[in-house]
């Protein structure tokens, strides 16, 4: 059953060798997320988290995922694999990285394009996840395969780990491929409006220009942080002195995803795990159900 038609998923057919084994990991996947549309949203702020929390804007002034180090690069892949074992919320296996149905999995990881996952030997004929992430246009891949030997090239580095043949791409079972997953922040607006946000002193009000001047684009709480550049800097977002006063009064609305998710999704709009999103309704309809669920004051906007 095609679960992600338009997002290129491909499963392989049901004679090839592989298949059955793949398919239960996709539904114990699956399973352990929520099911597909909880797959679909998390995975839209799942790298970008990773990446932004390697980036970490609020400390080192970078904003660019080629700003950083080349060991962080490296560490980039654990952090994927950190990340993913906790969102599917199972264990570390002995051998490989995740225990997922009562099998050890590997999770291999590219941000370089292509098919650069290095296989190790201990990898070899057993389960891996398959992630690529392309910082360039936002876009991702999530692949299942089981690493055989004859789908991997003959030639090892010097770790002796070893990467996928041309042939043997073709027996990886794509859950997505070209996948949008939400943009760094920092590249969906120039240098101009980036000095605009950062200009006022204080934190409430770098806030309230962000959300003011970036509506319906999704914003993680890591560049929240980097923009408040305060520890306590949730507590600018909120009531009683925070940026939604001000943003109230101009009639915007701040939505969260894990508070407002199916109000967003009735306004149409496309976000991740844990982001935030401003909006300014554009109907009657619209105003009365942000007014009704009390994203909005009941009159004076």
């Not at 970490?56 to 993913?84: H, M, V």
């Amino acid at each position: 059953m095609n679960l992600f038609g338009g997002d290129g998923y491909q499963p392989l057919h049901h004679d090839h060798p592989d298949h059955d084994d793949l398919a239960r990991l996709e539904a114990d996947l699956l399973k352990a997320v929520g099911g597909r549309d909880r797959f679909v949203e998390k995975l839209r702020s799942f790298f970008r988290s990773a990446i932004d929390e390697v980036i970490d804007t609020a400390r080192t002034g970078r904003y660019f995922l080629c700003e950083i180090e080349k060991t962080e690069k490296t560490y980039l892949g654990t952090k994927f694999e950190i990340l993913l074992r906790d969102w599917l919320d199972v264990p570390k296996g002995v051998v490989l990285d995740l225990l997922i149905g009562g099998q050890e999995v590997d999770v291999k990881s590219t941000t370089m394009g292509g098919s650069g996952w290095m296989i190790p030997p201990e990898a070899i004929d057993r389960l891996c996840i398959l992630l690529r992430v392309n910082e360039d246009d936002s876009t991702c891949a999530v692949g299942l395969v089981r690493a055989r030997a004859a789908y991997l090239r003959g030639g090892q580095n010097r770790d002796a780990k070893t990467s996928f043949s041309a042939a043997g791409r073709s027996h990886i079972w794509w859950m997505v491929q070209d996948f949008q997953y939400t943009p760094n922040f920092w590249s969906l607006v120039g240098s101009d409006t980036r000095d605009h946000i950062m200009a006022p002193r204080g934190g409430t009000d770098r806030l309230a220009r962000l959300f003011q001047t970036c509506l319906e684009v999704p914003v993680s709480r890591v560049v929240i942080a980097s923009v408040a550049a305060q520890d306590d800097f949730m507590k600018r977002l909120r009531k009683n002195g925070g940026a939604r006063d001000l943003l109230e009064k101009q009639g915007i609305a701040l939505l969260y995803s894990e508070n407002d998710r199916d109000l967003m999704k009735s306004l149409g709009l496309k976000f991740g795990s844990r982001e935030f999103i401003s909006f300014r309704p554009k109907n009657p309809q619209q105003l009365e159900a942000l007014r009704n669920a009390g994203k909005l004051p009941s009159d004076g906007v």
